[in-house]
């Protein structure tokens, strides 16, 4: 009976032991309703949610012909079969001919253009990139490139065998 007397410390010992590596965290209290309203509006104002910004920062495609040209306040506009789009030229836009920088007194009308844009806020469509004249046979090279992949993809997709319903069991199949 001495023993077991014994036994009895050592097993709470062991317990009191084992008790804090098998409890579970406090859950954390959740912050009072005024701060987390101030948080979020401030979160707002900081920075633009992710879907917004990606779609305002993302550069889109153009390409057309110079239907009219601004130097004054470097824009030109690209007529389109629906309605013609004016894009500004700032100081950030890359402007070439030929793969040679070029300016905006390089810009004149009835001249082949293509690049990327980005949309601001208030409409305008922000030149990112522009290149002037035909295209350079690099350029060539690198679509017919990419045309051929795509063509090779599509094959492939098309090239998969059609599935046909399986008739009931209880029908036959009329040729």
């Known amino acids: 009976m001495k023993n077991k007397l014994h036994l009895i410390p050592v097993c709470l010992a062991a317990l009191a ?13 959740s912050p009072s309703p005024v ?23 993302r550069a889109l495609p153009f390409k057309g012909t110079i239907s009219s040209v601004d130097q004054v306040a470097k824009t030109f506009t690209l007529g389109g079969k629906e309605k013609a ?56 090279a690198a679509s017919s490139k990419s045309s051929k992949k795509k063509a090779k993809k599509e094959a492939s997709s098309d090239a998969a065998p ?7 069991p209880g029908t036959t199949a009329t040729p």
């Open 17 to 29: 032991l084992c008790a804090p590596l098998s409890a579970q965290p406090a859950p954390k209290a």
């Open 35 to 57: 701060s987390s309203a101030a948080d979020s509006s401030a979160a707002s104002k900081k920075a633009p949610t992710p879907a917004a910004k990606t779609a305002a920062e």
């Open 85 to 140: 789009r004016v894009f500004q030229v700032t100081e950030k836009t890359v402007l070439t001919k030929g793969g040679a920088a070029v300016t905006m007194k390089d810009v004149v009308a009835n001249e082949a253009a293509r690049g990327s844009y980005l949309k601001a806020a208030d409409g305008t469509l922000e030149a990112k990139t522009v290149k002037l004249g035909a295209m350079t046979d690099e350029e060539k």
């Open 162 to 168: 059609a599935v046909s319903p399986a008739p009931s």
